[in-house]
């Protein structure tokens, strides 16, 4: 049933946008979309099986006690929070480890915004993520289907505020105060960093607003998406380049348009 939800949401936003894209192509659809979405299928091939591996070996280990005594709508609440919490820093903190970095620019490195760039995330940062995730559900007492809800919430999230859709600002206005909106999430996408490390959270913005890392910067048309030091790469490319020696910052061909030199202040705080 999950995976039924995920495909249909999957479906009908490509619908939507067809119908009612906010921005004109930045890139044409075809290789693109098919390399995005290719992701997409692997992930959902090869995450379950792991997850199903980890919950049970550590509930062999340590049997989960805890939100499970709970009602099960208030238990679920509440995994679903410390999931996101974790999510916001798991994201944050791949945008400030080299290591982590070397994998999720495979999502940054896209040079259009929509549907397809939800889904585009490289295999290890999505398995590293679910462990991380597991380790949280063995900690909290959380049953497996809480983390196949939050599982289905985040994907369905992800594929809506990448979304490419132009949402009325009176309805976009509210929405913004629940959870992330394509308006809100498209400046982290921004090729310039100070815009880029903002925005981490996965469904909700109060922990971005919490911890200082909200951005209200709305997209123009001079923007361009993806990351300033490379252009984007073939599917072979994205899937081997976090295992080269080198990172792709010191290989990469920089971008016909470049957005200009960072400020001192700014370059002082790039880690990665």
């Keep these: 049933m999950f995976i039924a939800v995920q495909i249909s949401w999957l479906i009908l936003l490509g619908i939507a946008e067809l119908g009612a894209a906010r921005w004109g192509r930045a890139v044409p659809r075809g290789a693109r979309t098919a390399r995005n979405l290719t992701f997409t299928v692997i992930n959902h091939v090869a995450i379950p099986p792991l997850t199903v591996l980890c919950l049970a070996a550590a509930q062999v280990v340590h049997p989960p006690v805890g939100i499970n005594r709970l009602p099960m709508w208030t238990g679920m609440i509440l995994a679903v929070l410390a999931f996101d919490l974790a999510g916001y820093w798991f994201h944050r903190v791949s945008h400030r480890s080299l290591l982590l970095w070397r994998f999720h620019q495979v999502h940054h490195l896209d040079e259009d915004f929509d549907f397809t760039t939800g889904a585009r995330v490289h295999t290890v940062e999505e398995s590293l993520h679910q462990i991380l995730l597991v380790a949280v559900a063995i900690v909290i007492g959380a049953p497996p289907l809480y983390l196949t809800v939050f599982g289905t919430l985040a994907f369905v999230a992800a594929l809506w505020h990448h979304s490419n859709l132009a949402v009325p600002q009176r309805i976009e ?74 990172q792709l910052k010191e290989l990469a061909l920089r971008p016909a348009t470049d957005a200009g030199p960072r400020s001192a202040q700014t370059a002082k705080s790039v880690t990665r």
């Design 173 to 246: 206005r509210w929405l913004r105060l629940v959870v992330f909106t394509p308006e809100t999430h498209v400046a982290h996408h921004h090729d310039q960093i100070e815009d880029t490390d903002t925005n981490f959270g996965f469904l909700f913005p109060w922990w971005d607003r919490m911890f200082g890392t909200f951005n209200r910067r709305q997209r123009t048309s001079d923007w361009r998406i993806g990351l300033d030091y490379s252009r984007d790469l073939g599917l072979i490319g994205l899937l081997l380049v976090p295992f080269h020696p080198r």
